[in-house]
C-alpha cells in the first residue's frame, strides 16, 4: 500500500485540489441564467439605470434590493418549466391559454423587442462614433449584421460559449466606480432610507426600472435555453423523463440563476452609483441615451471612464441583441409549430431565423427613424408592463400543475416570490395608467 497516497497530507491535498476543480467548474455550471441576467442590462437598461441615478441620485437604490428576489424566482420558474418539460414557454402557456391569446401575446411581445433592438443599435453606433469619431451608421449596420450571423452560422455551443465569456465586459461598469467618487454613506441611506418625491417623475423611473429588469424576453429566452441545452447533451433528457437528473440539474439551474442575477443587480447598483457620483453630482439630471451617458462622465470622471463606459454598451449590446431577436423567435416558433432553435441551419428552422432576422431589420430600421428613442423605450417598457402580467402568471399556473410539470412544480419559496413578482408587475403596469 502507498503510506503516501494513505497519508493525512496526501489526504489534504486531494480534498484542496478537488475544491480547487469545484471552483473551476462553476463557471462552467453558468449558462443560460448568466446569459439572461447579463443581456438584461442592455444599453436601454444602461439607460434607465443612469436616468436614476443622475435624477435622483442614491435615492433609487432601494429598488435593487425589491428586485432581486423577484426577478430570481421568476427566472428560476422559466428554467424549470423549459427543463422540467423539454418544451419552451410558449409552448407550455399553449396548454393553459387559447392559442389566439398566446400568439397575442408573442405579437406584443415582438413588438417590445423590436423597439428595444433599434435602440440598442442606435445606442451601439453612437458609442463607437464617440469612441473612434468615425460616423455611427456603419457601426450601427455592422452591429447588426454580426448578430445576425452569429445566430445563423455557428454552432449553439460555439455561440453560448461566446455569449457567456462577453458577459465579463459587465465588469466596465464596476470599474467605473474606482474613478468615480462615491458618497458610500449616502448610498447606504439610498437602500433602506431614500428619499424622493412621491409625483409623475419618480414613479416613471420606479416603473421604468421595474420594466427593464424583469422584462418577458428574458422569460422566453432562459426557458429555451434550458431545452436548447437538453438538445446539445446527447445524455440530458427532461426532468419528467429523467427524475434521476433532477439532483443534478436543479442545483445547476439556482446557481446559474441566482448568480445570473446577481451579476445583473451589481452591474445595475454600479450603474446607479457611478451617474448619482457624477452626473447628479453636477447637476446633470437628464439622460437621452446610453451614449450620452458615456459623453457626459468624461469631463466629470475623465477618459478612462468614458471609454469603460462606452466599451460597456458596444459589449451589452451585442450580449443583448441575439437575446432580444432569440427570444422573440422561439416564442413565435413554439407558439405556431415550427422548428426552432440555435442548433439548427437556417434552411432547417425558416420560420424560427425569420423572426430573427425581421426583428433586427426593423429595429434597425426604427434606429434611423424619426422615432424619439427614449419616447419608443418609454412605450417599450408600457408594452412589456402589461404583457408581463399575464404572461407570468401564466408561468406561475404552468409551474405548479402536476400535469405538467410531474413532481417537479415550484417549491414553496418559489412561489411566493413569483406571485410576489407578478402582483409588483401588475401594480407597475397600473401605475403607467394613473401617472
Not at 416558433?333 to 439548427?344: S, V, Y
Not at 419608443?376 to 408592463?385: D, E, H, P, Q, R
Request: charged residues 10%.
Amino acid at each position: 500500500m502507498n503510506s503516501r497516497v494513505d497519508s493525512p497530507l496526501a489526504a489534504t491535498e486531494t480534498k484542496l485540489l478537488a475544491s480547487r476543480w469545484r471552483r473551476a467548474a462553476t463557471f462552467e455550471q453558468l449558462g443560460p441564467g448568466l446569459i439572461t441576467g447579463a443581456a438584461d442590462d442592455d444599453p436601454s437598461g444602461i439607460a434607465t439605470y443612469s436616468q436614476a441615478g443622475a435624477q435622483f441620485g442614491y435615492n433609487m437604490l432601494w429598488t435593487m434590493l425589491l428586485t432581486y428576489p423577484l426577478m430570481t424566482a421568476i427566472q428560476l420558474v422559466s428554467a424549470q418549466i423549459g427543463r422540467v418539460t423539454g418544451c419552451g414557454l410558449a409552448r407550455n402557456l399553449g396548454d393553459i391559454l387559447p392559442k389566439w391569446s398566446v400568439l397575442g401575446l408573442v405579437g406584443l411581445l415582438f413588438l417590445a423587442n423590436t423597439i428595444n433592438i433599434g435602440a440598442n443599435l442606435a445606442a451601439m453606433g453612437a458609442a463607437a462614433q464617440l469612441s473612434t469619431g468615425a460616423p455611427a451608421l456603419p457601426f450601427t449596420i455592422g452591429f447588426a449584421v454580426i448578430s445576425v450571423a452569429l445566430q445563423m452560422f455557428f454552432s449553439y455551443a460555439t455561440y453560448a460559449r461566446y455569449l457567456k465569456w462577453l458577459t465579463l465586459v459587465l465588469l466596465a461598469y464596476v470599474a467605473v466606480l474606482f474613478v468615480a467618487e462615491v458618497d458610500w454613506l449616502a448610498a447606504a441611506k439610498g437602500f433602506v432610507m431614500p428619499e424622493f418625491p412621491l409625483n409623475g417623475d419618480s414613479f416613471t423611473v420606479i416603473v421604468a426600472i421595474l420594466g427593464t429588469t424583469i422584462s418577458p424576453y428574458l422569460f422566453f429566452w432562459q426557458s429555451s435555453q434550458e431545452v436548447e441545452e437538453i438538445e446539445q447533451d446527447g445524455r440530458a433528457e427532461p426532468l419528467v423523463d429523467a427524475p434521476e437528473q433532477a439532483g443534478r440539474e436543479m442545483r445547476r439551474m439556482r446557481i446559474d440563476t441566482f448568480v445570473g442575477m446577481a451579476v445583473s443587480n451589481a452591474v445595475a447598483i454600479s450603474i446607479i452609483l457611478s451617474t448619482a457620483a457624477t452626473l447628479h453630482g453636477a447637476g446633470k439630471t437628464e439622460v437621452t441615451s446610453a451614449a450620452d451617458v458615456a459623453e457626459a462622465l468624461r469631463p466629470l470622471a475623465g477618459d478612462f471612464a468614458f471609454f469603460i463606459f462606452s466599451l460597456g454598451i458596444i459589449g451589452t449590446g451585442l450580449l443583448s441583441l441575439p437575446v432580444l431577436a432569440g427570444s422573440a423567435a422561439y416564442a413565435f416558433g413554439e407558439a405556431q409549430g415550427w422548428e426552432c432553435g440555435l442548433e439548427n441551419k437556417p434552411w432547417e428552422a425558416v420560420g424560427f431565423y425569420s423572426v430573427i432576422s425581421v426583428s433586427v431589420l426593423l429595429g434597425l430600421g426604427i434606429g434611423f427613424s424619426q422615432i424619439d428613442p427614449i419616447q419608443a423605450l418609454f412605450w417599450s417598457a408600457v408594452i412589456n408592463g402589461f404583457v408581463a402580467v399575464p404572461i407570468m402568471a401564466g408561468m406561475m399556473i404552468v409551474a405548479t400543475r402536476r400535469d405538467q410539470m410531474g413532481r417537479f412544480t415550484a417549491s414553496a419559496p418559489v412561489r411566493i416570490f413569483g406571485w410576489a413578482a407578478t402582483l409588483v408587475m401588475a401594480l407597475a403596469a397600473a401605475a403607467m395608467l394613473i401617472f
